[in-house]
């Protein structure tokens, strides 16, 4: 599941993640991103995953799609607040993957720290 949350920046994209992931939860959060970035030049990611126990394919192929149709580049930031250790390493060759994402780990522990580090990408406003 996916839950939206408030973490106080305009331009972030903030979610919960627990349990499993279906395509539902992937059309929902994409068109939140879609949303945000008809509003800002650059939006940022703040992604809290509590638990994780699966992802449907179905939700892969929603993600590839928005990829592929509305792409990455308007993403500045994201930072990934887990303690699992395979996904700390996902997180770290994902940050090398996508170069112009300044991606960042932190452990669920430090969500304040997470939020200053997103709040250096202040949001421009399209016109």
Do not use: H
């Not at 939206?4 to 929902?28: C, H, K, Q, Y």
């Not at 939140?32 to 638990?51: F, M």
């Amino acid at each position: 599941m996916i839950k939206a949350i408030d973490i106080g920046i305009p331009n972030a994209l903030a979610f919960r993640v627990s349990d499993s992931i279906t395509e539902s939860d992937v059309s929902e959060t994409l068109a939140q991103a879609k949303s945000l970035g008809e509003k800002y030049k650059r939006i940022t990611i703040y992604e809290e995953i509590e638990s994780f126990k699966g992802l449907e394919f179905s939700a892969v192929l929603e993600k590839l799609k928005y990829l592929v149709n509305v792409g990455i580049s308007n993403i500045s930031a994201a930072a990934i607040l887990t303690d699992k250790q395979w996904l700390q390493k996902i997180v770290k060759a994902e940050d090398k993957i996508f170069r112009n994402i300044d991606i960042q780990c932190f452990p669920l522990e430090q969500r304040d720290e997470a939020v200053q580090f997103l709040n250096r990408y202040r949001p421009e406003k399209l016109d």
